[in-house]
């Protein structure tokens, strides 16, 4: 296989931007982190795909709560998405109850489903976790959407309103 094709190949797949967090409604250990691999894969019921990183807290967060949000990120959104990239845990500071609650100095707010939501998220889809596929740098997790929060005027093109890779610079990829 020609690598460098497949690598170019790849990279011609476009990708939002989105942070994924987690929350374990006990403990209230929280995680985050940005994504790019997103996709829906079904209808009905509406089940989408996020692909996670391999050890990364919010994935074991995720498994252990059987929850997760996808928090989808504004144009103007790119320094959120860059603080969550960081693959390290950030604790959780302030009352999710008392509505002062950050990560990365971001807002964050109890979701009608009990995950996390940022608060200057766009829009954001709250998971229940129906399957986890092992065995790679990253596990595809398969999950049904059970509640969804749009924050924008609902008008033109909704693929059009979220912050998207390719405006994050000409060297920002995934793929390959």
């Known amino acids: 296989m020609n690598e460098h094709d497949k690598q170019f190949a790849l990279r011609m797949i476009p990708y939002g931007v989105f942070v994924v967090t987690s929350v374990d409604p006990k403990s209230l250990a929280a995680a985050a982190s940005t994504v790019h691999w997103v996709s829906q894969a079904c209808f009905r019921p509406c089940l989408i795909m996020v ?11 995720a498994r252990f709560s059987g929850r997760f949000a996808i928090n989808m990120l504004g144009k103007d959104d790119a320094a959120e998405a860059v603080t969550f990239k960081r693959p390290i845990a950030m604790a959780m500071t302030g009352s999710l ?16 489903r009990r995950t996390i939501l940022l608060q200057r998220a766009v829009a954001v889809l709250e998971c ?19 509640d969804a929060h749009v924050r924008l005027p609902q008008d033109g093109r909704p693929d ?9 610079g000409k060297r920002t990829f995934y793929g390959g």
């Open 51 to 61: 692909s996670l990183q391999s050890g990364h807290p919010v994935l074991e967060l």
């Open 97 to 112: 109850d008392l509505g002062t609650a950050e990560m990365g100095g971001y807002g964050l707010m109890w979701g009608r």
């Open 128 to 146: 229940a976790v129906k399957g986890v596929v092992e065995g790679g740098d990253h596990c595809p997790v398969i999950a049904e959407v059970i």
């Open 160 to 168: 059009e309103m979220i912050l998207h890779q390719r405006e994050l």
